[in-house]
C-alpha cells in the first residue's frame, strides 16, 4: 500500500508543497527539516483534500457495518479509502495494491479474501488490517496510518513513522482527510531506538496522541 492510485486522482493538482525530510545519523540523532505545503494549479491540494473529510459513497453500508463491527471511526476508513482509492474499486497500484483499501496480495489472503476488488471484501479485510494496526500502535493514528502504508514492519524498524517522503507525504494526507483541516508542517518523527515498544489499541472514541515538536501542530487538535 505504499504506492497508491489516488495520486491519479492529483493529476491536476498535483502538489507543489514541499516534503517533511528526517535524516538518521549513524548515532541515532534525528535531523529533521520541513517547508510549509504550498498550493498548485488547483489552489491548495491539502484544502481539497480536507473537503473530503467524511465523503459519502455507495458504499456507506458496508463500511458502517465492519467500522462498528471491529470498532475503527468510520470516518477514519473513509479517510483511508479517499488517499488510497479515491473510492474506485477496480484501482490498481504500481506496487500491486488492489481495491478500495488498496489491499496487497499477500494481506487480502491474510484476511480470507476470494476476490480482492469485490467491494464488501475489500472493505472488510482493510477495516480489518487497519484495526489490527490501531491496536498494535496505541493513541498514535499517525503511526498505524504510517503502517498501513509502509508496513508495520517498517514503523517498528524506526520506532515511529518511517523517513520515506511518500510514507509521510499519505500520512499527512490521510489526517487532512480525517480532521477536515490541512496538515502543512511535519506530523511526526521516528522515535529513539531505545524507547518504549509500542503496544495497546486505539478505537472509535479515542483521540489520537502523536509525539510533538516545538511549533508543530498535535495531532488530536481540531
Partial sequence: MRSV???????????????????????????????????????????????QRNRQSEYDPIIERYA????????????????????DPRCVSRKGARGLMQLMPETARRYGVRNIFDPEE????????LADLLEMFP???ARALAAY??????????????????????????LTVYYGHPYGQAISFAG???GRKLAGGFKTAAQPIAALLPSMRYLGSQ
Avoid at 505545503?37 to 481539497?48: E, F, K, P, T
Avoid at 475489500?122 to 488490517?129: L, P
Fill in 5 to 51: 492510485c489516488f495520486l491519479l486522482a492529483f493529476a491536476l493538482a498535483a502538489p507543489a508543497g514541499a516534503q517533511v525530510h528526517l535524516l538518521v545519523r549513524g548515532d541515532g540523532t534525528k535531523v529533521i527539516s520541513n517547508v510549509g505545503a504550498q498550493g498548485s494549479r488547483r489552489g491548495s491540494d491539502w484544502n481539497w483534500l480536507a473537503r
Fill in 68 to 87: 462498528v463491527r471491529h470498532g475503527v471511526d468510520p470516518v477514519l476508513v473513509r479517510a483511508v479509502i479517499q488517499v488510497e482509492s479515491n473510492f
Fill in 122 to 129: 475489500n472493505i472488510r479485510a482493510g477495516i480489518r488490517h
Fill in 139 to 141: 493513541n498514535d493514528l
Fill in 149 to 174: 502504508n509502509a508496513g508495520q514492519n517498517a514503523v517498528l524498524r524506526y520506532t515511529g513513522i518511517p523517513p520515506y517522503d511518500e510514507t509521510m507525504t499519505y500520512v499527512k494526507r490521510a
Fill in 192 to 194: 529513539s531506538r531505545r
